[in-house]
Structure formats: structure tokens, C-alpha cells
């Protein structure tokens, strides 16, 4: 990815301006909602933070784990944690990483881009990918008691052994939703960048409105570009510069979006919604939509329906209580 503007990569402030953009992130509904989804489903933490961040960012999750909580009270633990965060970000500069802490537990990272330019990382970890055992609690005690640390090493041990074991396999499935969840927040962080300096040219600014207005037809790269003038190298050039996206990427998150709006009518069939916003055929459409949410779209659309199911029987229930 190139970066969006040299001006926004200054290095004076970069480090300020990460922190507000990872702020402005962590607020949004579309991160807010797939917190809340990502811990109910996997039952693992999940954070947003700045590089360089000097606290774990995991503590104070819901899903935290106990074990961990314990050890960031004690100081010499909870620098060992924090160098463990400096390593993970260290070795996630590029794509994700996952370490091992001192006493088996997994951290993982995953880079969130503005351009070229790593400006958060997505974080969850905390749990152990096998069985706790004697051996391991105890070679954890001995590592404490070299650093000084004190415990009640009772309930040191029953949150050690009640830590959530999540084999190799399925994690690395878990890490993938969140490398496809981290494209789009990379995608929302260069919006956010050039909603705020004001640097989207006139150009991208019209393509997008033609994009939007004929969004359902046949839409090619060589149409939008003579809509504004432009050839399609140029065009492509900017259009990747000022959005982070490709032409093609950008459609096709647009069509996905107006696709999961569409379903929430539950007599709208998938099909219909698909070619209704362009997709000219169903393979492609199911391709594209995987590849975006992470999960087919009638996979995507039972869960909708089952969530507004639930919510309207939560609503019932305090009605008739009511």
C-alpha cells in the first residue's frame, strides 16, 4: 500500500496523531460491534492499541484472563509482560505474530496500515494451547520466586489451571477473522486520515458519487475513469493513494455493505440481493462476501435474523413484565 500523503506521515506528531486515530477506531460502531461479537463467540479478549502503549492491553477485558490479572499486579510479572507486548509488536510489523509469554500463555498481534505504515495492532491472546499442567505451574513459580514476586500461590494456581486452552488449529482459524477484520479497520483509518485533513481531491470525490449512483450496474474501471477525465493508470493511482483501496476492493466492500443492509429484510433471498447491487454471478458474490465478513452470506444472514430474534423476545419479555 502506498501511503495516503507524505504530509500525513510527518514525524513530528505521528506518534499523537496514532494515538487519536486508534481512539477515533476503538469508539466506531463497526469496531465496538465486533468486540462485543469476537468475545462472545471465542470467549478471548480483544484490544486495539498504539504501538509503544505502556499498559497490557488485554487487562480489563471481560474475558481477561484471571491468571494474568494476577500477575500484572506484581511489578517484576507485569514488566515481563510488557516486554513480551514490545517483542509481539516488534516481530508484527508486517503481518501477524503470536509469542509465548514466560508461562505459556500466548499474546498475538495483528497490524492495522495507514499506507505502508503500521499505526495500531489488534491484540488477543491470554490462553494456553494445551493442557495446563504440575510441571508448567510449578517451573512459573520458580521464574517468580527468581524475581522476588509474591502470591497467594493457592489462587495463583486455580486461576493458572482454569486458563482457557485453544488448540493451535483452531487459534490460528481465530487469527485469521481478525488479520480480514484488521483490512478493513486499515481501510477505515485511511478514510479517517483524509476525512481529516481534508486532502481528497475533486476526482476521487465524483468518482466515488458515480460509484455510489451506479453501484447496481455493470460497473468498469475505464467507465469511472472517463467519468472524471482521467486515464486509467491515473486514475487507479489515485484512487488507491487518497482511499487505501483498490477500485476493485472498493466496489466490492460497497456492494457487500448494501448487501447486508438488503438482508435484513427476511423475504429478500440472497441471490436477489447479490445481483440487485451488481455481482454478476453467485460464485463471485459468495467469494467476495467471505472474503469481506469472514463468513458466508447465509451463514451471515441466520445469525442476523437469530439476533433480532432474540432481541425481540428480550423486548417481549420486558413488555409483558412491564
Not at 497467594?152 to 482457557?164: H, N, P, S, V
Request: with cysteine.
Amino acid at each position: 500500500m502506498q501511503p495516503v500523503s507524505t504530509l500525513l506521515f510527518a514525524p513530528v506528531d505521528s506518534t499523537n496523531r496514532d494515538r487519536i486515530l486508534t481512539a477515533r477506531i476503538e469508539k466506531s460502531e463497526i469496531y465496538r460491534d465486533y468486540k462485543k461479537a469476537f468475545e462472545a463467540t471465542t470467549g478471548l479478549p480483544l484490544a486495539i492499541r498504539t504501538g509503544g502503549a505502556f499498559e497490557p492491553p488485554l487487562h480489563g477485558s471481560q474475558c481477561s484472563s484471571p491468571f494474568c490479572a494476577l500477575l500484572a499486579a506484581r511489578s517484576k510479572s507485569c514488566a515481563a509482560c510488557l516486554q513480551l507486548q514490545q517483542c509481539v509488536e516488534t516481530k508484527a510489523q508486517k503481518k501477524d505474530a503470536t509469542l509465548e509469554c514466560f508461562a505459556g500463555l500466548t499474546e498475538s498481534a495483528i497490524p492495522i496500515f495507514v499506507g505502508e505504515r503500521v499505526v495500531a495492532f489488534l491484540q488477543t491472546g491470554q490462553v494456553l494451547s494445551q493442557k495446563p499442567s504440575e510441571a508448567e505451574f510449578s517451573r512459573t513459580l520458580r521464574l517468580l520466586g527468581d524475581w522476588g514476586t509474591k502470591a497467594d500461590i493457592a489462587l495463583l494456581k486455580k486461576a493458572y489451571f482454569q486458563t482457557r486452552v485453544v488448540r493451535k488449529a483452531p487459534y490460528e482459524s481465530i487469527l485469521r477473522l481478525l488479520s480480514i477484520f484488521a483490512r478493513h479497520l486499515s481501510a477505515l483509518s485511511n478514510q479517517l486520515m483524509i476525512l481529516e485533513s481534508g486532502v481528497e481531491s475533486p476526482v476521487v470525490s465524483k468518482a466515488r458519487a458515480f460509484i455510489i449512483e451506479h453501484m447496481g450496474e455493470l460497473l468498469s474501471l475505464s467507465q469511472v475513469a472517463q467519468s472524471v477525465n482521467m486515464s486509467t493508470f491515473y486514475f487507479c493511482k489515485t484512487f488507491k493513494k487518497e482511499t487505501g483501496l483498490t477500485f476493485t476492493e472498493y466496489v466490492a466492500r460497497l456492494r457487500v455493505e448494501a448487501v447486508k443492509n438488503l438482508l435484513l429484510n427476511s423475504h429478500k433471498r440472497v441471490s436477489e440481493a447479490a445481483f440487485e447491487v451488481g455481482f454478476q454471478s453467485l460464485s463471485q458474490f459468495n467469494r467476495v462476501f467471505h472474503s469481506i465478513v469472514g463468513e458466508s452470506p447465509s451463514v451471515y444472514r441466520d445469525r442476523l435474523h437469530r439476533s433480532a430474534g432474540l432481541e425481540f423476545s428480550h423486548g417481549a419479555r420486558i413488555a409483558r413484565a412491564g
